[in-house]
């Protein structure tokens, strides 16, 4: 009688198909392992920015001043805006630098070649604080090309820093010009 053994032709040590299970499921822990610290390294300084538009001024029908500016204010609400944000002022308006007034001189204005504006802080804008331009509307038939709605968007952050509240990152308002008995004609400026 012939014995047979089953062990014959079979290689000792580990088995092919154990050895297989294991570097697959060994890939994606390494690949964890590895990519863990460069996501820890990298960290992203996060504001929120709230952007309001309103008008600024009053009437005076003796004078004929105009009804308020066309103002937009952008706020630190949560942490501090940093250096490099960047805004754009849209417009059915002529646009342009002379009939921008950025005041504090903590942004800088570009006009951009879509006839938008860019407005850049150059400053940090700390948490709680804002900064403000308008748009000056003088009261005669000039000011016709400053009539129309004005849109002013938080547009993007410098590397290293994201917008990520719930602030509104957007605001608009219209600017109009109506005729007032005695007068003439006076801008009015709606929020």
Excluded at 11 to 23: E, F, H, M, P, V
Aim: charge should be negative.
């Amino acid at each position: 009688m012939q014995e047979h053994n089953d062990n014959v032709g079979r290689r000792s040590g580990i088995d092919r198909r154990t050895l297989t299970k294991g570097a697959a499921w060994s890939v994606p822990v390494i690949a964890a392992a590895v990519s863990a610290p460069a996501a820890a390294a990298s960290t992203v300084q996060q504001f929120d920015v709230t952007v309001s538009a309103s008008c600024t001024g009053g009437i005076d029908l003796l004078v004929v001043t105009a009804f308020g500016d066309p103002t937009f204010t952008i706020t630190a609400t949560t942490g501090d805006i940093p250096v490099g944000t960047t805004f754009i002022l849209t417009s059915d308006a002529l646009l342009s630098l002379g009939v921008i007034d950025a005041g504090n001189s903590l942004l800088d204005v570009d006009i951009l070649q879509d006839g938008s504006a860019q407005f850049t802080t150059t400053t940090v804008i700390s948490e709680g604080s804002s900064t403000e331009f308008y748009i000056p509307t003088p009261n005669d038939v000039v000011a016709a090309d400053l009539l129309g709605s004005y849109t002013l968007s938080f547009a993007a952050a410098p590397a290293g820093y994201e917008e990520s509240g719930s602030g509104a990152n957007a605001d608009s308002l219209s600017n109009t010009q109506t005729s007032v008995v005695g007068t003439g004609l006076v801008s009015v400026c709606a929020a």
